[in-house]
């Protein structure tokens, strides 16, 4: 049998994970939702071994995947009010439960002979998944702006939309831009009035926001299925759950509602099929893995988690808004925290947020950049730059003030990156759809290479194109970066 050098291949992955962004000890403010116990993380490793070799497409076969899924479910359902009519499915991740939401929205839309084409309302912040479900499902996606000042949706906007096309309406309980919570109440009774679905995003807050508070001690409003009117809600267990990345749970409300997600054929000479999820075969590690964590944590587990992040979250509110030249968004319910310039301020007393989080990139904190958008009714969402607080941030905030602090006074005055300059340096382009060549020429151009891995470290010019550019444009040249980062040598 062949032999192979496990040291040498193990060194070599070793050697290219410690290139990567440190997945652990708070420096990474997005992506990566560290718990901070090292025997959690390992328990996670453990299931996840267990099951390696498990197919998760056939719990008949493979029965521990219907009993942990079982498990998981009826723990999230609990958490989130559900009562016996919610049933749900364990998916790879947030996109794959916000598409399945909407994919059954639109076959229960569709059985109850839908008129027109179907439409999805959703305020501005719902998250790009949407756009995918839609592009991925043939639905128009129809967004509601939301105030440019505070990020928050009213209520009566998104209502005055609802119409026999709706096949679902969506908010966030919070939205991932800000934080911001969605009046989940006022839609969800109009929603039911009219007979349209309404889905809560809770991939973000769904394993938080029953522990939370309100920056007054009040309670958060109800977003949940104590909510008449709510047929689904997706929590991811990849963010606040703590797993490893490929869970996330989907709880719908109404069996005969959630069949419908559902894909069966027994049409091909092969095994019959039927598939809850998007995927065939596939992993059940993150689900054992999740499974896992929720036996060892409990209800009071994740309580004390959330504690955490409670603290340090209110701590850094504090501090950026004792930042001369910074403010937080609006009044953020969950974990994030979105931060803008300060224009109350002189200009030369104002922070520009990406700049302040390129300088933070310096001292080995990564912030996450959000490009400015201008909403359907032409008003201006501002660039922003997003922290999403975990556990060990309680335990990193005396260094991340130092950063912030130090990073902001560096750049203060300094205005956002104008994109004219590197504009003008585009070549002229002509009609039609670009082919891959020309658009790797105008990174090039532009000054992103587009043949390495990795960005320029300082990405506040990038953004500023980002914004700058006709959007078809920018979504061709992000493909195009992304594609020739795989592409073998
Ligand atoms: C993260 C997130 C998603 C998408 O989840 P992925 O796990 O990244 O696929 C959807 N909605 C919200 C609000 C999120 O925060």
Known sequence: MTSFDRNAILAR????????APTHGGHVLSYVYDSGIADL??????????????NGLDPTTF?????????????????????????????????????????????????AAGVGRPRIVAPVTVHAAFHKAAEYFDLDLDLVPVDAHTGRLEAARLIERLGPDVALAVVSAPSYPYGSLDPVEEVAAACEAAGVDLHVDACIGGWILPFWREADGSAVAPWDFRVAGVTSVSADLHKFGYAPKGASVLLQRGRDRQRLQYFATTGWPGYPVVNPTLLGSKSAGALAASWAIIQALGARGFAELA?????????????????????????PTGPLLAVETDDAVPEEGRVDP??????????????????????????RLPHTTHLTITPVTRDRLDELEVALRASADEVRGEPQVDAETALAALPPLGAGPLDSDTAAGIL????????????????????????ALPRPLTERLLVELLARIVEPA
Do not use: N
């Open 13 to 20: 992955l070793s050697a290219l994970r410690a290139a990567d």
């Open 41 to 54: 993380d390992e328990l996670a490793a453990a299931a996840v071994r267990l099951v390696q070799p498990v």
């Open 63 to 111: 029965t521990s995947v219907a009993v942990m899924e079982r498990e998981v479910l009826g723990f999230a359902r609990e958490l989130l009010h559900g009562g016996d009519e919610v049933v749900g499915s364990v998916t790879s991740g947030g996109t794959e439960s916000c598409l399945l939401a909407v994919k059954t929205a639109r076959e229960a839309w569709r059985a």
């Open 307 to 331: 504690e955490s992040c409670l603290r340090a979250t209110r701590t850094l509110a504090d501090v950026v808004a004792d930042i001369d030249g910074l403010r937080v968004v609006g009044s």
């Open 354 to 379: 990406h700049h302040w989080a390129d300088r933070a990139r310096r001292r080995g904190w990564y912030l996450q950049l959000q490009p400015g958008l201008t909403q359907p009714d032409g008003t």
């Open 444 to 467: 090039r151009a532009v000054g992103i290479a587009g043949d390495t891995p990795g960005l320029p470290s300082d990405q506040a010019p990038l953004l500023a194109l980002i914004e």
